[in-house]
T-cell receptor
Framework: DTAVSQTPKYLVTQMGNDKSIKCEQNLGHDTMYWYKQDSKKFLKIMFSYNNKELIINETVPNRFSPKSPDKAHLNLHINSLELGDSAVYFC??????????FGPGTRLTVL | GDSVTQMEGPVTLSEEAFLTINCTYTATGYPSLFWYVQYPGEGLQLLLKATKADDKGSNKGFEATYRKETTSFHLEKGSVQVSDSAVYFCALSDQGAQKLVFGQGTRLTINP
């Protein structure tokens, strides 16, 4: 009965590869988010989708492409991975204008 | 733009000590304010929130009051436990923007 789930939990890959992280929520929320947490624990929003439409895109390189096939899923695809992409990526969901619920995070390591 | 500033960590206390973690914010509108907690190896959990001035959020013995005049939302607990060891994040959400803006996080360690 996990509320917001992400897969995989850990992802180790080489520079230049393409990878995806999946997120699913079973809370019936209509808004989903991706946040990036860097090595100093700083958290910053990357994207937000409401009813499958992109509403926030925070100056993220276009190598990052979110995809929302339906309201319960928001996947993050990353092309041509770079060392600086190493971080923990958190998915979250909410009803519009209400509190956000976070997934457990995906730790991405680019070698 | 909107921003949140938290007291620098790490913070180390003994069990049963009084805890304060300072948080101040800058926002153009009337944001909602939050404290999230991240236990080791886990995601973020909402600890408490306040949506308007003078509201007090409370949960698990933690409290924070939304002070518009000082643009602050300091987190307090009267008697901390070892299990409170975690990273604490202050955040705001401007409803129009719908995103959370986080402070830099404060790592708290409680020693027995």
């Amino acid at each position: 009965d996990t509320a917001v789930s992400q897969t995989p939990k850990y992802l180790v890959t080489q520079m230049g590869n393409d990878k995806s992280i999946k997120c699913e929520q079973n809370l019936g929320h209509d808004t989903m988010y991706w946040y990036k947490q860097d090595s100093k624990k700083f958290l910053k929003i990357m994207f937000s989708y409401n009813n499958k439409e992109l509403i926030i895109n925070e100056t993220v390189p276009n190598r990052f492409s979110p995809k929302s096939p339906d309201k319960a899923h928001l996947n993050l695809h990353i092309n041509s991975l770079e060392l600086g992409d190493s971080a923990v990526y958190f998915c979250a969901s909410s009803s519009l204008y209400n509190e956000q619920f976070f997934g457990p995070g995906t730790r991405l390591t680019v070698l | 733009g909107d921003s949140v500033t938290q007291m620098e960590g790490p913070v180390t206390l003994s069990e049963e000590a009084f805890l304060t973690i300072n948080c101040t914010y800058t926002a153009t509108g009337y944001p909602s304010l939050f404290w999230y907690v991240q236990y080791p190896g886990e995601g973020l959990q909402l600890l408490l929130k306040a949506t308007k001035a003078d509201d007090k959020g409370s949960n698990k013995g933690f409290e924070a009051t939304y002070r518009k005049e000082t643009t602050s939302f300091h987190l307090e607990k009267g008697s901390v436990q070892v299990s409170d060891s975690a990273v604490y994040f202050c955040a705001l959400s401007d409803q129009g923007a719908q995103k959370l803006v986080f402070g830099q996080g404060t790592r708290l360690t409680i020693n027995p």
